[in-house]
């Protein structure tokens, strides 16, 4: 496969998506004492009350070296007791931003509930599986920023 050169525009977008959220608030995490592989099961596998809208995208494979990956952009409003479904990031790191109102997220590897408030930021990478929840009487507003994976992987849902 060999080294890739990462050009100096990609890194500068890489830099950018890191430091955007700087002055945010740390997101919730998962107490020490609550962290164990296996934690929690898989939850609900299909959507509710998600209104998920692409708001842009890029193609790495042009300019960046990166074929077959976009950086995609997108928007997340969860009406109450909305559900983003089960779903992973061995293939499609994400950073998710929370602009309104306060959701739980179950984690395969913490046996208790985490909640993100406004202006938490997530860091979804690895072996991380896990399910998101609107237990507010008020709508959420997520601004995910992903990775896709090369054509014909399997994008592990939302």
């Known amino acids: 496969m060999g080294n890739k050169r990462i050009s100096g525009s990609l890194l500068a977008s890489a830099a950018f998506l890191a430091f955007a959220f700087a002055p945010a608030a740390q997101a919730g995490?998962?107490?020490?004492?609550?962290?164990?592989?296996?934690?929690?099961q898989p939850g609900?596998?299909?959507p509710k009350g998600v209104v998920d809208t692409v708001i842009s995208?890029?193609?790495?494979g042009q300019g960046y070296g990166i074929e077959g990956r976009?950086?995609?952009?997108r928007r997340l409003v969860i009406q109450p007791?909305?559900?983003?479904?089960?779903?992973?990031?061995?293939?499609?790191p994400a950073n998710i931003f929370v602009?309104?109102?306060?959701i739980t997220e179950f984690r395969s590897n913490c046996a208790v509930p985490i909640v993100h408030k406004k202006g938490d930021?997530?860091?979804e990478t690895g072996q991380i599986f896990h399910w998101?929840?609107?237990d507010s009487r008020g709508k959420v507003v997520l601004l995910s920023s992903d990775i896709l994976p090369p054509a014909g992987k399997p994008e592990e849902s939302m």
């Not at 995208?57 to 790495?60: E, N, T, Y």
């Not at 976009?70 to 952009?73: C, I, T, Y």
């Not at 007791?81 to 499609?92: F, L, Q, T």
């Open 99 to 102: 602009l309104e109102g306060q």
């Open 121 to 123: 930021v997530v860091a």
């Open 70 to 73: 976009l950086l995609r952009a």
């Open 81 to 92: 007791g909305g559900i983003v479904p089960w779903h992973g990031h061995g293939e499609r």
């Open 57 to 60: 995208s890029i193609d790495l």
């Open 44 to 46: 609900p596998s299909a």
């Open 29 to 40: 995490e998962c107490p020490a004492a609550s962290v164990k592989d296996g934690a929690t």
């Open 132 to 134: 998101w929840r609107n």
